[in-house]
């Protein structure tokens, strides 16, 4: 592997805006992203169309995405329409490296 292409093994992000990745539509999710001060923890907001079934699920799938990039501090909301998990993961990466201003080619 090249030594300068950061990967998600090497990434520590530092939530600096907001931001949001995703759409309202059936089958997706949509992330939306704010920083809070260091130290304020996690806020995770779930509203799902399939909570009872996989909310449990869903929650640790953005968990697990949050300790990858190593996020401690953030308020995270995310309404899902039945999203699968690799959609779920996709748009929880999207949003925090957009949070970070991390992306290139978008606003």
């Given at each position: 592997?090249?030594?300068d ?16 990745a ?8 949509m992330?939306?992203?704010?920083p ?15 909570a ?8 640790q799938?953005i ?26 993961k ?6 925090l ?11």
């Amino acid at each position: 592997m090249r030594p300068d292409i950061k990967t998600t093994e090497t990434m520590d992000i530092k939530i600096k805006q907001k931001a949001q990745a995703g759409t309202f539509e059936s089958g997706d999710i949509m992330i939306l992203i704010e920083p809070v001060p260091s130290g304020a923890g996690r806020e995770i907001i779930i509203d799902s169309t399939v909570a009872l079934q996989f909310g449990d699920d869903i929650k640790q799938l953005i968990i697990s995405k949050l300790d990858e990039f190593k996020v401690q501090d953030v308020h995270l909301m995310a309404k899902d329409k039945g999203a699968l998990e690799p959609t779920i993961k996709a748009r929880v990466e999207t949003a925090l490296i957009r949070s970070a201003n991390q992306q290139e080619g978008t606003l």
